[in-house]
């Protein structure tokens, strides 16, 4: 494999010295891009995309033109386990994604298989190989997978979800068998994100888009300890490289110590926190990902500036900071903007990394 030109990211996460602080935007392929527009439209739908390694690169490679980002990461979706799984996902126009079957009983988890990456998800490998050699060194790959709990709420209920009734129900009344099904999900996405890092993946994040949906006790006994299980599981060396684990859940906040603790070199934060008071929690023990709010990005672009210069000043000086959204680009954004963000973090950056 090509050496790396640009390993900043990768640097950040270890907690190693370096010139910036990189930045990475979770969505970064995606729909405010007049280009994937475009893309998506000539492939027909999302899943096409998905599917198809080669459009798949294609899509990946397509921010990395516009901007100075310093990671790219795998255009594919969460879902691609449990659809991998025979639960049939499809795409609702307006609606989001939907399952043709869902999880809710004893028999159904025991009727899941756990998926073969190579045989099973091998468009989602392949794409890893496909954009590991179109990026030729120039900036690190990141893998990802959604947590268990996060896959979890969509094969229960069906879809996306605002009280996930189905989920908490199961959950409450019969643990055992949503334990059983976290167990099934843990060791899919660790072979998952196995698979990814063998291909090529240089550093992994887990999304815990939904456990902050849970209460305390209930996010340390269903959503925590399945995400310890994977980063336990995870390959750590590969192409004589230290492949490092970003574990982000949204809402997170009030298990910032506990999440520190499962063993990831990164842990992402969502915009309801502040990076300065999350740095003094959790100490050098891991580096920290975050936290514009996304929708800063509709602000003009001297009010996006500012608000870099604030979390970055929250932040501090010294190495450990990974600069990314609290969550996902949205798709009304001017890509102007991101742009305006992206070389905002280069820019104020550098002083604190003399």
Known sequence: MSELKNDRFLRALLRQPVD???VWMMRQAGRYLPEYRA?????????????NPELACEVTMQ???????????????????????????????????????T?????????????DPEKDLGYVMDAVRTIRRELNGRV????????PWTLATYMIEGGSSKDFRFTKTLAFEQPQVMHALLEKLAQSVTAYLNGQIRAGAQAVQI??????????????????????????????????????????TK?????????????AEGVGLDWTIDIGAARERVGDRVALQGNMDPQMLFANPERIRTEVKNILASYGNGNGHVFNLGHGITPEVNPEHAGVFIDAVHEFSAQYHQ
Not at 104 to 110: G, H, L, P
Not at 140 to 147: M, R, V
Not at 251 to 263: K, M, R, S, T
Request: a negative charge.
């Open 39 to 51: 893309t998506r439209a000539k492939a027909g739908d999302f899943m096409a995309v998905c599917t």
């Open 63 to 101: 921010p990395l033109e516009r901007f100075a980002l310093d990671a790219a990461i795998l255009f594919s979706d969460i879902l691609t386990v449990p659809d991998a799984m025979g639960l049939g996902l499809y795409f609702e126009s307006g609606e989001g994604p939907r399952f043709r079957k």
């Open 207 to 248: 999304f815990d888009t939904w456990g902050g949906a849970l209460s305390h006790a209930a996010y340390l006994e269903f959503s925590l300890p399945y995400m310890q299980k994977i980063v336990d599981g995870l390959i750590r060396e590969n192409d004589g490289r230290r492949v490092p684990v970003i574990v982000f």
């Open 103 to 115: 999880v809710r009983t004893e028999a159904d988890v025991n009727a899941l298989p756990i998926p």
């Open 140 to 147: 690190p790959l990141i893998g990802f997978s959604g947590s």
């Open 251 to 263: 809402n997170g906040g009030p298990w910032l110590e506990q999440i520190a603790a499962v063993g």
């Open 20 to 22: 910036v602080t990189p």
